[in-house]
């Protein structure tokens, strides 16, 4: 695998936020009214992918994406808003963490329905994996995922190799 020849600059967190937004149709509506939790993850997956894209300035694929909860329906006519920024870059390997909201448009109410973690992993135009920029976290809270991401990828890899066994 290719490795980088000058040493990647850090970024700090700001530098990969991504913001994402769709108004919720009716061809992505479940029996109920509201929207698919499947589209719901799907804008999860294009905002992490933003904000991986924009740390590394490179391409990217989903290694992983962490478990999801639906802690509120998404009404057809309302505003999904996604938010999402690089936790941790390893070396190859970046998590990402999206927020979700939902907006009323016709009451200004905003909620906040879904997190998740998603891993990244750029590659060149061959499909190489490549060496990605450090993150400085510079905040508290961005200290903290800092920190955590470094336990969620050891479990994520700990999952992925029971996986490949077959357990
Ligand atoms: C993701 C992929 C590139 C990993 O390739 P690989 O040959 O397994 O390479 P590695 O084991 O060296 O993994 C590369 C990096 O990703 C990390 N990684 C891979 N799978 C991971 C997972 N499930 N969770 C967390 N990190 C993961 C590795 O730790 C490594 O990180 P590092 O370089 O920062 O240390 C490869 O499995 C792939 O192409 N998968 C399909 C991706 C895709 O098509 N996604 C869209 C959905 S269909």
């Keep these: 695998m290719p490795e980088a020849k000058t040493p990647l600059e850090p970024k700090p967190v700001r530098a990969s936020v ?3 937004s769709e108004f919720a149709l009716p061809n992505d509506a479940n029996g109920f009214g509201s929207l698919l939790g499947g589209k719901v ?11 991986a894209m924009r ?13 999801m909860n639906f802690l509120h ?11 999402a920024s ?6 190859t390997s970046m998590e ?5 909201f939902v907006e009323d448009l016709l009451t200004g ?8 973690y998603l891993t990244f992993v750029a590659l060149d135009e061959h499909g190489n994996r490549v060496p990605v920029p450090p993150v400085i976290p510079e905040t508290e809270d961005e200290k903290r995922r800092f ?3 470094g336990k969620r990828r050891q479990y994520r890899l700990e999952l992925r190799e029971g996986e490949r066994k077959g357990v």
């Excluded at 690089?86 to 070396?91: E, I, K, P, T």
């Excluded at 990402?96 to 979700?100: E, S, T």
């Excluded at 109410?109 to 998740?116: G, I, K």
């Design 86 to 91: 690089v936790n941790r870059a390893f070396r």
């Design 18 to 20: 991504c913001e994402y």
């Design 109 to 116: 109410e905003t909620r906040h329905t879904s997190s998740a």
């Design 41 to 51: 993850m799907h804008l999860v997956d294009l905002a992490g992918a933003m904000a």
């Design 73 to 83: 329906p998404v009404r057809i006519g309302q505003l999904v808003l996604l938010r």
């Design 96 to 100: 990402v963490g999206v927020k979700v």
């Design 55 to 67: 740390h590394a300035r490179m391409p990217v694929v989903t290694a992983s994406i962490d478990h």
């Design 147 to 149: 920190e955590e991401a």
